[in-house]
């Protein structure tokens, strides 16, 4: 019940723009508070982290005396006349948003029954979570897996939230959830901005709702679709400083830096997707500032420096680096000769989807909504011979969006799991397609739209990982075995290891994993025994984080080790280790993973 705190916040945030708004855009006074939450979620995790203090009650009286704050603000600032919300549709359209309200609805449902359980939750997006609630601080800490210290830490920090708040991880994957209905919120909003009609509108946000990959990762801990929300409140701010020009305000200028920052902080794939928005915005700010674009340019790059410098600091004192270690994710030679094969690879992990429904989300395509991305070009490209006009923006805009996915394709490595990376792309897709198909019959808009809510479906109840139609359904399998729905094999012997562990009363514990990864559902183990309190720590770590081992030695005397011997992490099978100046020994064993107590 305590996360009604960031709640109310939300509402009196939306009550404050909303009425300040001459407009009464609803649509953007959400976007509008959901950036300024954004950044209130930053701000509270980054403060109480300097001082240790990233538990249940500090987080409970900041979250309370924040609440009370904005409340009071509110009252200040606003009459008490009210405003009537527009949201007249027609019955068809009525239709097309019921089907997305079932998308939503369902997704929402899965997300709260179903623990977090793909492959990154369990190796970088949870451990880290509860590694930061058990050091009360999101400072970097001993790790055999440097992902879970370099990674941009956004979605996590609200996880973070949710979980201190209501004890448990059973909204952990609601925030991806969320990030979804912002984005169909957003696209909307960009559809109209772009001049799209009420039609045209909805049917952006149907095909938002309905992209495959974006069902699944709705009710994951993912966190594709949180860059691409904050991607959406950037594209949005964006198209409202070329309309306004040199009338633009600061305080517009404010939302689009901390959009920009937000969206960084979230994921590094970020950096490739916001460069063509600043190119846009800035060349178009050129045009009526001249020089003096320097002062906006500033006060934007300064807001999204302050988001981030917290976690490029700590990046740097550990890798030397403010993105962390480097990867091997970049293509080796940057050229247009490798950009263009690199693009047509990664459109045919979208194509060929209708081979083999997998339910996969880290390799759905998005077929169809590939399909009529293309089609919406064409029928752009060819406008005056179709004798259809478009506002001066669309052309620009599809352009901008069009740039995001080329320079991903020139930057970033073909791999099989791109398509999930793709998201973004997809998204910022649809208020383009919205604005094209606008421009057609309401019969085949309609048609269209239903062929994409009654394809979507599947994707909804038949996830791979979060199946609801399955004989082993979320509704239906304990929720610790669902957290081993990747490696249902080593569901065993981590029970057993930790009811070794409890029989022999040893509560401070180290982690020895080497290149393996699979941590998470350790913890959760563990949490089945509240009255242990246990302390978890990774220990002979031989990466950049070692640095950080070293300060901890003295105060983490472990009494055992949980050792793991998979060909994924590249240690032998022992029977006896050092930590430090303790000898353990082997007490207990089950194929991969053993327990070794100390002397």
């Known amino acids: 019940m305590l996360l009604i705190l960031p709640i109310i916040a939300l509402t009196f945030l939306y009550c404050i723009f909303y009425s300040s708004n001459n407009r009464n855009n609803w649509a953007i006074s959400i976007i509008s508070s959901a950036v300024i939450l954004g950044l209130i979620v930053t701000a509270i995790t980054e403060s109480l982290s300097w001082f240790n203090l990233i538990r249940f009650e500090s987080l409970f009286s900041t979250w309370l005396v924040i609440d009370v704050v904005i409340i009071v603000f509110y009252f200040q600032i606003t009459s008490q006349n009210s405003r009537v919300i527009n949201l007249k549709q027609s019955k068809l359209s009525t239709l097309l948003l019921s089907g997305v309200g079932l998308i939503i609805v369902s997704t929402g449902l899965i997300g709260l029954v179903a623990p977090p359980n793909n492959w990154n939750s369990m190796d970088y997006h949870m451990p880290r979570v509860v590694h930061w609630i058990q050091n009360y601080s999101v400072a970097h800490y001993p790790v055999s897996y440097t992902p879970q210290l370099y990674q941009n830490p956004w979605s996590e920090y609200v996880i973070m939230h949710f979980q201190l708040l209501s004890g448990g991880d059973y909204f952990a994957n609601s925030v991806q959830w969320l990030s979804m209905i912002g984005c169909l919120i957003g696209v909307s909003l960009i559809a109209e901005q772009l001049g799209a009609n009420s039609l045209g509108q909805t049917f952006a946000t149907v095909a938002a709702a309905t992209i495959p990959m974006g ?9 594709d679709y949180v860059e691409a929300f904050w991607l959406v409140c950037l594209a949005c701010y964006s198209l409202i400083i070329i309309d306004k020009g040199k009338n633009t305000t600061w305080d517009t200028y404010l939302l689009f830096g901390c959009s920009l920052g937000l969206c960084i902080l979230t994921k590094g794939t970020a950096y490739f997707y916001i460069l063509p928005f600043l190119i846009w915005v800035t060349l178009s700010q050129v045009k009526y500032l001249r020089f003096s674009v320097c002062k906006p340019a500033l006060f934007v790059a300064s807001f999204a420096l302050v988001i981030n410098i917290n976690h490029y600091l700590r990046n740097y004192f550990v890798f030397n680096s403010p993105l962390g270690e480097p990867g091997d994710y970049t293509n080796e030679i940057l050229s247009v000769n490798v950009m263009i094969p690199n693009i047509l690879r990664n459109l045919a992990l979208h194509i060929a989807t209708p081979i083999g429904f997998s339910g996969e989300e880290n390799g759905a395509g998005n077929l169809l909504h590939l399909l009529l991305i293309i089609t919406c070009i064409v029928i752009f490209i060819f406008r005056n011979q179709l004798k259809l006009k478009f506002p001066k923006q669309a052309g620009s805009y599809l ?6 996915f080329c320079i991903f394709c020139y930057l970033v490595k073909w791999q099989p799991w791109n398509a999930r990376l793709h998201l973004p792309f997809f998204v910022l897709s649809t208020p383009f397609l919205g604005l094209v198909l606008s421009n057609l019959p309401k019969k085949v808009i309609h048609s269209i739209a239903i062929v994409l809510i009654l394809s979507s479906l599947p994707w909804v109840f038949f996830n791979r990982y979060r199946p609801v139609i399955d004989s082993n359904n979320i509704f239906q399998t304990p929720r610790v075995e669902q957290y081993f729905k990747n490696r249902p094999k080593l569901q065993q012997p981590y029970i057993q290891a930790v009811q070794y562990l409890n029989s022999n009363q040893c509560y401070k514990v180290g982690l020895m994993m080497g290149k393996d990864t699979w941590e998470y559902p350790l913890w959760m183990i563990m949490q ?5 309190q246990y302390q978890i720590r990774h220990v002979n770590v031989f990466n950049a984080s070692s640095v ?25 099978k022992v029977e006896q280790i050092k930590f430090g100046n303790d000898t353990f020994v082997k007490g207990w064993d089950l194929a991969p993973v053993s327990v070794l107590m100390r002397k």
């Open 528 to 532: 089945q025994y509240p009255e242990n």
């Open 548 to 572: 950080k081992e070293e300060l901890l030695e003295n105060n983490f005397k472990p009494c055992g080790l949980i050792y793991m011997y998979t060909k994924r992490s590249k240690l032998q």
């Open 215 to 223: 069902i699944l990762q709705a009710s994951s801990t993912q966190n």
């Open 399 to 404: 352009l901008t969006v069009c740039a995001t």
